[in-house]
């Protein structure tokens, strides 16, 4: 089973900078299996990024997805007030068919 | 519009059954694979199951594997999951999730592209 690592754990920046969350799989992973959502609390995760650097429905520029193989970066390019969340990467694996998550990366305001 | 609202939790002591239910309205049910997604107390997300479009193929984590069981109503735009034997660890909120794309292009979309807000289970004696 492929284990998903997000690196930092948490990301203390002041709205306006640039964010760069780092998404690390234990194996190869297929640039079309790799997802990434925001968090906040008490709210259900949103699709963000799928298939590794395609914006879902209504996602605004600023947020942009990289990477192949085992790295994946999720860039918020300048962060606004509502960007303070948490971040979870997500893959597939084929053989049975399963979803992963990685354990997350917090956004917090500085 | 697109909406997915989940029912069915409280609070249930270790041993004992739950079913879920997840409500959908705004789309073609019957034309989507779905799952749930469970989140325990400030930990992060864990996947739990999946099903196809017709209900002919379910997965499911091995965490939950032979205790509970995912299916669906396409007649009532429903999906469920029974939840046996239930033990402290499975205390969480559960999400149900729509998988991204249409079951004819599901070979392109891995995600999930609409949550439902989750229902929460608290298994303790």
């Known amino acids: 089973e492929i284990v998903l690592m997000q690196s930092p754990g948490t990301l203390s920046l002041s709205p306006g900078e640039r964010a760069t969350l780092s998404c690390r799989a234990s194996q190869s992973v297929s640039s079309d299996y790799l997802a990434w959502y925001q968090q906040k609390p008490g709210q259900a995760p949103r699709l963000l990024i799928y298939?590794?650097?395609s914006r879902a429905t209504g996602i605004p520029d600023r947020f942009s997805g990289s990477g192949s193989g085992t790295h994946f970066t999720l860039i918020i390019s300048r962060l606004e007030p509502e960007d303070f969340a948490v971040y979870y990467c997500?893959?597939?694996?084929?053989?049975?068919?399963?979803?992963?998550f990685g354990q997350g990366t917090k956004v917090e305001i500085k | 519009q697109v909406q997915l609202v989940e029912s069915g939790g409280g609070v249930v002591q270790p041993g004992r059954s739950l079913r879920l239910s997840c409500a959908t309205s705004?789309?073609?049910?019957?034309?989507?694979?779905m799952h749930w997604v469970r989140q325990a107390p400030g930990k992060g997300l864990e996947w739990v199951a999946v099903i196809w479009h017709d209900g002919n193929k379910k997965y499911c984590a091995d965490s939950v594997k032979g205790r509970f069981t995912i299916s669906r109503d396409n007649s009532r735009n429903t999906l469920y999951l029974q939840m046996n034997s239930l033990r402290a660890e499975d205390t969480a909120v559960y999400f149900c999730?729509?998988?991204?794309?249409?079951?004819?292009?599901?070979?392109?979309?891995?995600?999930?592209?609409?949550w439902g807000q989750g229902t929460t289970v608290t298994v303790s004696s």
């Open positions: 705004g789309f073609t049910f019957s034309n989507y694979d």
């Open positions: 298939g590794a650097s």
């Open positions: 997500q893959q597939f694996g084929s053989s049975p068919p399963l979803w992963t």
């Open positions: 999730a729509r998988r991204s794309g249409v079951w004819w292009l599901r070979d392109h979309y891995y995600s999930m592209d609409v």
